[in-house]
């Protein structure tokens, strides 16, 4: 979470705009911890910062284009200011490199993914030398070592374990734009967590491309790093994103279950499709039944676990049978929370070079039908909390409210008894009205 201060008068403004996912959101706390050491301060809007950085997401649609339009919109500021500096940071960065520079000339600088920690360097050398800058080199050979940088950690704060992909899923620029998959070393992550319970987090969220498959250099697996984690620090709950079904083992599950009271009954285990002969051209290294097969395996250890996933439609090739397949798993996995996406072609990866590209209007059916089968039995399964007792850890409170997540990842509401602080406190809610993504109940 973002913490905005009202600027002092020594001190310089930032505005960070964030696109995508959760890495991306922990790349900014990075940047903006980065450079409150520079002396710089995140501001609210554009008009009040001296630095700019959009912190860009390749994933999906017109991602170049979105930057594009977003520098626009500062022509003004920067006319006004010629001091201003923009830059574009994060997987847009990585995947056009100078040519950013070159098609937009509002643009100050560009750094790629493994240039965050080198962001301070870059803004003072553009103070002093008015030089534009690229710094968009991958650091495959450095072992990946970094601290957790977060200003206000809060309850909850997310860690990076691993950084890039090699699974080269054949839809997903990823691989491109993070590079090669490295992960941290056990020992460093033991004192990180450590040391962010010192200062009063009570909840990790693990981060990486595809955590499960995370390897330190001295041979632990992910199954071992949650174990270590859970046994020697003070962390009270851990959960981890995202994760891939094809390493998602029996070792794994079973560690889940064996720390229970502690590792997040919560699993998002994207699928992408529900049919054996479109998963193989994704390059999923999973067929339908093998999936199934996973998520069996997880409900026999963990029975009240929760499942959420990400589906693409519309994949090349994909026929109305194949998409039916997809339609028909969500009838045999119950999936608290879905993501799906059109597919949409990437640069440098194999599925845009297919020739059976689907029509956008036949994409867009097919997505409209998807999410109109889930609402329904997102709806129905969210039912069996009412009347429940849930966990939860109070993140905050507003209005007289608390607001905290349970174990299976709901946001949580109740009313506030009195006057006791709760945040950060472990609370039982007894629920008394459910929707898909949130639960609202009393306090016990
Ligand atoms: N088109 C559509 N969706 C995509 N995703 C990744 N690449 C693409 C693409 N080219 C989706 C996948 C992934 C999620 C983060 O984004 O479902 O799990
Ligand atoms: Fe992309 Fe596949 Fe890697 Fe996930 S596992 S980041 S979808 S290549």
């Known amino acids: 979470m973002i913490n905005v201060k009202p600027l002092s008068s020594k001190r310089q403004g930032v505005y960070i705009s964030t696109y995508g996912c959760q890495m991306n959101e922990n790349d900014t706390e990075r940047m903006l911890s980065l450079l409150e050491m520079v002396n710089y301060e995140p501001v609210n809007s554009p008009d009040q910062a001296s630095l700019i950085i959009i912190n860009s997401c390749s994933v999906r649609e017109k991602p170049v284009h979105k930057v594009h339009s977003e520098v626009g919109r500062y022509k003004e500021l920067k006319k006004n200011n010629p ?56 650091e495959h050979q450095k072992p990946y070592q970094i601290q957790t940088l977060v200003r206000n950690p809060g309850v909850s704060t997310f860690v990076n374990i691993t950084k890039g992909c090699d699974n080269f899923c054949t839809f997903c620029v990823v691989p491109f734009t993070r590079g090669r998959e ?100 994704m390059n999923r290294g999973y067929s339908r039944e093998e999936y199934i097969q996973k998520v069996k395996m997880i409900f026999k250890y963990l029975p009240q676990a929760v499942l959420s996933t990400d589906i693409i439609v519309g994949f090349p090739g994909e026929t109305e049978e194949q998409f039916q397949e997809t339609l028909s798993l969500l009838d045999e996995v119950p999936y608290e929370s879905l993501y799906a996406f059109k597919y949409s072609p990437r640069p440098f990866t194999k599925a845009a070079r297919f ?29 069996k909390y009412v009347g429940k007792i849930v966990q939860v850890l109070v993140e905050k409170t507003s209005e007289g409210r608390g607001i905290g997540r349970s174990t299976q990842n709901k946001v949580v509401h109740f009313p506030l008894k009195g006057e006791q602080e709760l945040v950060g406190k472990m609370v039982d809610v007894q629920v008394s009205e459910a929707f898909p993504q949130t639960l609202r109940g009393h306090l016990l």
């Open 83 to 138: 001091d201003l500096l923009i830059g574009v940071g994060g997987c847009v960065a990585q995947q056009e490199k100078t040519r950013l520079l070159t098609d937009i000339p509002l643009l100050d600088f560009v750094f790629g993914t493994d240039a965050i920690d080198e962001l301070p360097d870059i803004v003072e050398k553009l103070k002093s030398s008015h030089q534009k800058i690229a710094k968009v080199r991958f």
């Open 355 to 383: 020739s059976d590209q689907l029509p956008e209007d036949v994409k867009s059916e097919r997505l409209q039908r998807l999410f109109d089968k889930h609402k329904s039995i997102a709806q129905q399964l969210s039912q």
């Open 182 to 281: 490295r992960s941290r070393a056990l020992a460093e992550l033991v004192k990180d967590v450590q040391s962010l319970v010192q200062r009063g987090v009570k909840e990790v969220t693990l981060l990486g491309q595809n955590v499960n498959s995370y390897k330190s250099a001295c041979g632990a697996n992910f199954a071992q790093l949650l174990k270590t984690l859970s046994r020697e620090t003070d962390i009270q709950r851990i959960r981890f994103t995202t994760s891939h079904p094809k390493d998602f083992n029996e070792e794994l599950v079973q560690v889940m279950f064996e720390e229970s009271e502690k590792v997040m009954e919560y699993i998002h285990l994207p699928v992408q499709s529900g049919n054996s002969k479109v998963l193989e051209r």
